[in-house]
């Protein structure tokens, strides 16, 4: 059919006219708070007395950014509450009428909203971890010891967390607990509803959700201890290649692994000496602040390398690592390892990344998950400060018709809020139910131009007059050379072309989790380490049932992991780890702590099960618990030390040659990695040696180091805790003695220094 063009007019009920276009000063409110305020005014206007005092009594979570030298105390604003600092970064809760005031102050660089991460999970089945049980046991030798994640802090926020679930306790009866802290979270705010941290208070807990279960299984996988008499059933699958073909995947002649129940229970976690410190309840990003701090609280007062995981994620934002949540993050990775989900999106459709051509323009419709109606958001990002042109429009994929809405030409002051209350042909009133939301503006943390659209709870496409059904669709136009990113929030809306090549179709291109491109901060993808899952009958106790999954190869990457180029050319993953088909433990207090359980254990006169799940939340905890095994072997490795043991030390099979793209490194290997952290050991042993510039640090006593230069010249040793604050110092000719045994057992740095040369370099007191 020949594709027609036509257009017809919209009165359109706005807050804000379309603008011309301009230049705009960047913005230093995200758009989404943007948004929020002027949401309040406009259903004010409209006649909702209410959401001015909801407003007011109800503030919400916000990260900001102050100018150097400013400090938060100094601020005056009605509401405004500080919750905690990283450095230059506030996390703190304020009414939303009052973000305007805030954002006038000129020691406000930046504010953005506390956003709500989802956990990456998927509900599919079970998985091992390559190389970590060699760690675990040594059983060839090749490692100086065991290594079980002693000594060694590891923390998380999560929502469905049972603490006292037997996988996190210990003794001969089980009778204490390895969690050391429990903060629990509800709303935006960051403000910790319970600080639990007595082993009183800590027993006395149950969950914070009774209807969540995700925390209880992310936390099994990295530090479930767990590992005596239960019931399971599970298979031999032979060698890694005994498993090609869908014909395979339906064999029963697996020899079972515990014909008799008599073995011990196998699902225990990574880093089973762990301690831990749990966050858990709502995901906003102000939480996620706050738990990574009171891990390190805890860690440095115990003395202890620690590791935070976060199973979670955000489809929406620039994906580059800007941002004061971003920043704040960062910082916080300088003194514990983090790791982020890399996101379950991976074949999802919900993501554009197009290089405008000679045609700087390209069109692509809104497809919801969900018949015709949706929420959500979609926004598009440029990787610079030039505006992007944005056309509105219904599109009939029948008639191929194009009926416009709106047209912003550059930045927007505020936001628009269109609606469909009158068209100029009566056929077609009401074409569509609800409210776009529409705001634009250079974003000043990275100088990119950020287009943000919003659909309202009630929005719906109606049908055309002829009975077709429409498709909201949006046309963007800039520069030739200019990269556009998009972004739709997937598990509602995606991208499409609707069969017509005038159209772009989405695709996964940066499926990555926003939060996963932080920088300092580790992204974890997902691959298939085996694809059958079996569960118990917890009725007859004896019987058990087989699934046997075929779309997936094992081995290979899991089509959900999430990945991506970004715009400054960095490649996430950093690494792959298992993730699908993963058994752990399973909240107690959930309505159905039996559905889908795969094996259970009776301790105490109480049930305690565990269960199968998938995504990158299951891979992202395994990475973590690999971390914390390193990091019991040498406390003082950072970011870079563990990327690089990544990129030594990954595996690197056919699965990944075929589409490196989407692995990073590779597959993490726990061994390899352990005797590669071994064998170039910076600190922790008396026979440890650094040397750099001809400068060598040597630890010549349980708590006492000595610095020698290659030439004869005075210089300075300076040892500094984490906070900055010098501890210890000394000084000589060649070689310089240093006795920290009077510090607190923990990590330290260690720096010796002339006018002439400077190393710095971690230690460990002991």
């Known amino acids: 059919m020949k594709k027609i063009i036509r257009t017809v007019s919209f009165c359109m009920a706005m807050a804000a006219v379309c603008q011309p276009s301009m230049a705009s000063n960047p913005s230093k409110m995200s758009l989404e708070a943007r948004q929020a305020i002027d949401n309040i005014y406009y259903q004010a206007a409209k006649g ?111 929502t469905g967390l049972d603490p006292n679930h037997i996988n996190f306790r210990t003794g001969a009866n089980y009778e204490d607990t390895r969690v050391k802290g429990i903060y629990t979270f509800y709303g935006s705010t960051g403000i910790p509803n319970d600080a639990l941290t007595t082993p009183d208070e800590i027993k006395a807990f149950t969950t914070e959700y009774k209807n969540k279960n995700h925390g209880t299984h992310v936390l099994g996988i990295m530090a479930g201890g767990y590992s005596g008499p239960g019931y399971w059933h599970d298979y031999d699958f032979g060698t890694p290649d005994s498993l090609k073909t869908e014909e395979q995947n339906n064999r029963t002649d697996f020899k079972d692994l515990n014909p008799n129940n008599t073995k011990p229970m196998p699902y225990y976690g990574i880093a089973p000496k762990a301690e831990i410190i749990i966050g858990c309840g709502d995901l906003y990003s102000n939480s996620q602040i706050v738990t990574a701090q009171k891990v390190i609280e805890y860690a440095e007062s115990v003395g202890k390398p620690c590791v935070v995981n976060y199973s979670m994620g955000s489809q929406m934002g620039p994906k580059d690592g800007t941002g004061a949540f971003a920043e704040a993050m960062t910082k916080l990775g300088e003194k514990a390892i983090i790791s982020w989900s890399s996101s379950n999106d991976g074949d999802k459709k919900a993501y554009l990344s197009e290089i405008l051509g000679a045609k700087p323009s390209f069109k692509t419709t809104i497809l919801p998950k969900k018949d015709n109606g949706a929420t959500g958001a979609f926004e598009f990002w440029a990787n610079d400060d030039k505006a992007l042109k944005v056309r509105l429009f219904v599109y009939d994929p029948e008639e191929y018709d194009e009926y416009d809405i709106a047209v912003f030409n550059g930045a927007t ?43 309202s709870d009630d929005y719906r496409m109606n049908n055309l007059p002829a009975g077709n059904l429409p498709r909201l669709a949006v046309e963007i136009t800039g520069y030739t ?104 433990s399973n909240n107690r207090y959930i309505s159905n702590p039996t559905s889908e359980a795969n094996a259970y254990t009776e301790f105490g006169g109480q049930k305690y099960y565990w269960r199968m799940m998938s995504g990158t939340s299951m891979s992202c905890p395994a990475f973590s618990g690999i971390a914390a095994l390193w990091l019991e072997a040498d406390p003082t490795l950072s970011y870079s030390d563990i990327n690089k043991v990544l990129k030594k030390t990954c595996k690197k099979d056919k699965w990944v040659e075929a589409r490196p793209e989407r692995w990073g490194a590779g597959k993490v290997d726990a061994y390899e990695g352990m005797k590669y952290v071994l064998a170039n050991k910076t600190s922790g042993i008396p026979s440890n040696l650094i040397e750099e510039n001809k400068i060598m640090v040597s630890r010549v006593g349980n708590n006492r180091f000595e610095v020698t230069v290659g030439m004869e010249q005075t210089f300075s040793v300076d040892v500094t805790a984490l906070s900055g604050l010098t501890v210890a110092k000394a000084q000589g000719v060649n070689t310089v003695a240093i006795d920290v045994s009077g510090l607190a057992k923990g990590i330290y740095i260690l720096t010796a220094h002339n006018d002439n040369m400077r190393h710095s370099t971690k230690i460990v007191v002991r």
Not at 73 to 89: A, H, K, M, S
Not at 423 to 435: A, R, V
């Open 413 to 455: 002051e505020g936001t628009t809020f269109l609606t469909a209350e009158k068209i100029s042909e009566q056929s077609l009133n009401n074409i569509f139910n609800g409210t776009i939301s529409v705001n634009s503006q250079v974003i000043g943390q990275n100088n990119r131009f950020q287009v943000y659209i919003k659909l």
């Open 481 to 584: 050379g200019q990269r556009v990113d998009a972004n739709a929030n997937s598990t509602l809306l995606e991208f499409s072309n609707c069969n017509d090549t005038d159209f772009v179709n989405g695709s996964n291109i940066m499926c990555i989790n926003n939060s996963a491109t932080i920088k300092g901060n580790f992204a974890i993808g997902s691959y298939v380490p085996r694809d059958c899952q079996i569960q118990i009958n917890t009725t007859t106790g004896k019987e058990r049932a087989r699934y046997y999954a075929g779309w997936e190869m094992p081995l290979d990457i899991a089509e959900s992991s999430g990945f991506a180029t970004l715009a400054d050319g960095r490649k996430l993953p950093h690494t792959c780890a298992p993730g699908t088909d993963v058994v752990s």
């Open 48 to 158: 909702d007395a209410r959401v001015m005092a909801e407003a007011d009594n109800n503030p919400v979570g916000i990260i900001f950014r102050l100018q150097p030298g400013q400090s938060a105390q100094d601020l005056n604003i009605p509401g405004l509450r500080i919750v905690t600092t990283v450095e230059n970064i506030v996390v703190a809760a304020i009414p939303l009428t009052q973000l305007d005031n805030l954002a006038d102050i000129d020691a406000v660089s930046s504010i953005e909203l506390s956003q709500m991460s989802e956990p990456d999970m998927l509900f599919v089945r079970m998985g091992a971890m390559t190389g970590v049980s060699k760690v675990h046991t040594n059983p060839l030798g090749e490692l100086n010891q065991p290594y079980l994640g002693e000594g060694v802090v590891v923390g998380l926020l999560d």
